[in-house]
C-alpha cells in the first residue's frame, strides 16, 4: 500500500480499487480452493436428503456443482449450513454437526433461508456495501488535511498515513456499522420468510432454536446493542418475526 500512496496523487482511489479486488479475488477462491485446505468435504451421502435438496435448488432456479457435507464436528459443535462460490462453481456445503443435530424438514428450511439470500442477491448487496465501506474509509484518509498531520508533529508520509488509517479505520467502521448493520437485519428476515415458505414456518422456528442452542447464541439483546453490533436479528425477534408466540424464556425450551 506504501508503494501506491507515494506513486500516484490520488492514491485512495487506486488503494481502494487494489483492496477491493483483493477481498473479491479471496472471496471467489476461499470455498473452492481455501476451505478444502482445512477441511474435508466429501459429497453427501444420504440420497434422499441430497434429492430433497436438489428439488429446493431447482425450484428456485439455482444449480450448483454438488452437495457436499463438511467434517466441522472435529472443531466444535457449531451448526451451519451455506452455498459457496460463483457461476458454474456454487456449490451446497453442510456441516457434519448440522446434519446430526437437524430433522431432515429443519435442515431444508435452513438451506431455504440460505438460497434466499441467493435469490434475493443478497450476496452482491453485501459486496457493494463492503465497497461502498471500503470506498468511504480511503477516501475519508487519503484526504486528511496537513495541519492534522502539523497538529501531530509528523510529516505527512505514506508511513504517517497508513499510521492513521490503522488507528482510525475502527473508528469510522463503527460509526458506519449500524446502517450495514440494520440492511443486514433486514436481509436476514426476508430470508427467514423465504425459508419458511420452502418448508414451514415450525420447522424453520424449530431449526433456529436448535441452531442457537448448539452456537450458544443469547436469544435476548437490549435495542441499542442490535443496532450497534448486529448483523443478524436475535432469536427472539427472528421467532417473532414468523408468527411464533411465547413468553420471555419459554424459546428455550423448545
Known sequence: MSVIIMAYNYW??????????????INMIYPIIIVPLFNKLTPLEDENLKSSIEA?????????????SLDASKRDNRLNAYFGGLG????????????AKLEKHEL???????????????ILKNIASSALMLFVMFALFGNLPVELFDSLHVNKSAASI??????????????????????????????????????????LASALVKLADENKSFPFSHPLTI?????????????????????EGEALAH
Open 12 to 25: 485512495w482511489f487506486y488503494g481502494f480499487l487494489f483492496s477491493f479486488v483483493v477481498i473479491l479475488f
Open 56 to 68: 429446493l435448488l431447482n425450484k428456485a432456479g439455482l444449480k450448483s456443482s454438488g452437495v457436499f
Open 88 to 99: 458454474s462453481s456454487k456449490r451446497v456445503v453442510l456441516f457434519d454437526t448440522l446434519i
Open 108 to 122: 431444508l428450511a435452513v438451506l431455504g433461508h440460505e438460497l434466499g439470500h441467493f435469490t434475493h442477491k443478497d
Open 162 to 203: 497508513m499510521v492513521l488509517f490503522l488507528l482510525l479505520s475502527p473508528v469510522v467502521s463503527f460509526i458506519l456499522m449500524p446502517l450495514f448493520g440494520l440492511l443486514s437485519r433486514y436481509n436476514e428476515y426476508r430470508a427467514d420468510e423465504y425459508g419458511s415458505v420452502c418448508e414451514s414456518k415450525e420447522a
Open 227 to 247: 443496532a450497534l453490533y448486529f448483523t443478524h436479528p436475535p432469536l427472539t425477534e427472528r421467532l417473532k418475526k414468523l408468527g411464533m408466540h411465547f413468553e
